[in-house]
């Protein structure tokens, strides 16, 4: 079997640096990218959230109706009850990623999204970091760009490979090394999460405003998601995209996709919501 995982979609990225340990061993520090991989999901998801949608609208039992729904049935239906909020007729569907590539600042963000998520990430107490003759890293685009400032990023980093690999010599656990690591050293997951929970993250993730890096991500889970489910994802999105409105107010005003999409400017708080007259230059 095919590793998913495995490929040119998820080579390790760019050499920046190394670290010289005694004895002559040398670490390698990679760059890195975020990668996105779907690893299982429901089959004919599309056709599963039409199934639920159409119980809602039947006298007797979908167990009784003609099966399987043709796709312009299961199209008709999903944009039905989406489009109405009715989104609990999709939460039936569950995704699975594999994810890789990126930091512990971007999971950060990415394990607070809850209900319906599930997690497993990869422990930097039971993983001997010190076997291995590389350590990834993810680096900000605006410091990989220039070498001065990519020169000063890597400076602690090298400081605390270096530590690291001496305390675990030292038989110091990797359990108690590992508080040298900062928020730059990557980290792996797997990830779950029901299509409705997809939604809303990635109503929130793949808004311009969104940090950079779980935005980045969030966009490779939407690719993966509309290659499987396109009647599904094809409202995943900004608000200012699939709903004609951008809720940021102030914030949002700055924003070119404003101006592109046409989209209202409006404040979640609706005593300060913002009025936009004309398009934003």
Same mark, same amino acid.
């Given at each position: 079997m095919t590793d998913?995982?495995? &490929?040119?979609?998820?080579?390790? &990225?760019?050499?920046v640096g190394s670290v010289p340990l005694p004895g002559g061993r040398e670490i390698t520090i990679y760059a890195v990218r975020p990668v996105a991989a779907l690893l299982a999901y429901v089959p004919?998801?599309?056709?599963?959230?039409?199934?639920?949608?159409?119980?809602?609208?039947?006298?007797?039992?979908i167990l009784d109706l003609p099966q399987p729904l043709p796709p312009k049935t299961t199209a008709r239906l999903v944009d039905k009850?989406?489009?109405?909020?009715?989104?609990?007729?999709?939460?039936?569907?569950?995704?699975?990623?594999?994810?890789? &590539?990126?930091s512990r600042s971007c999971s950060h963000q990415l394990v607070r999204h809850r209900v319906g998520w599930s997690y497993e990430q990869?422990?930097?107490?039971?993983?001997?970091?010190?076997?291995q003759d590389f350590?990834?890293?993810?680096?900000?685009?605006? %410091?990989?760009?220039?070498?001065?400032?990519?020169?000063?990023?890597?400076?602690?980093?090298r400081a605390a490979v270096r530590a690291y690999f001496l305390l675990r010599d030292e038989r110091v656990h990797q359990e108690d090394a590992r508080y040298l690591f900062n928020n730059a050293f990557e980290t792996k997951l797997?990830?779950?999460?029901?299509?409705?929970?997809?939604?809303? $993250?990635?109503?929130?993730?793949?808004?311009n405003l969104a940090q950079w890096e779980i935005r980045w991500l969030a966009h490779l889970m939407r690719a993966e998601l509309v290659r499987v489910a396109p009647e599904i994802?094809? $409202?995943?999105?900004?608000?200012c995209?699939?709903?004609? %409105?951008?809720?940021? &107010?102030?914030?949002?005003?700055?924003?070119?996709?404003?101006?592109?999409?046409?989209?209202?400017?409006?404040?979640?708080?609706?005593?300060?919501?913002?009025q936009r007259t004309s398009p934003v230059p």
């Open positions: 998913p995982l495995a &490929g040119l979609g998820t080579m390790r &990225g760019r050499a004919d998801a599309d056709r599963l959230a039409a199934t639920a949608a159409r119980q809602c609208y039947t006298a007797g039992s009850v989406v489009s109405a909020g009715h989104t609990s007729c999709i939460e039936h569907n569950q995704f699975v990623f594999g994810v890789r &590539g990126i990869q422990s930097q107490r039971y993983v001997d970091f010190a076997t350590v990834e890293i993810v680096v900000p685009p605006t %410091i990989l760009r220039i070498p001065p400032m990519l020169e000063a990023f890597l400076e602690p980093i797997i990830v779950s999460a029901n299509a409705r929970a997809l939604l809303h $993250f990635l109503e929130l993730r793949t808004c994802f094809k $409202f995943a999105g900004p608000t995209m699939t709903q004609g %409105i951008c809720w940021e &107010g102030a914030r949002g005003a700055k924003c070119p996709r404003l101006a592109a999409t046409g989209a209202e400017l409006r404040d979640r708080t609706p005593s300060t919501t913002v």
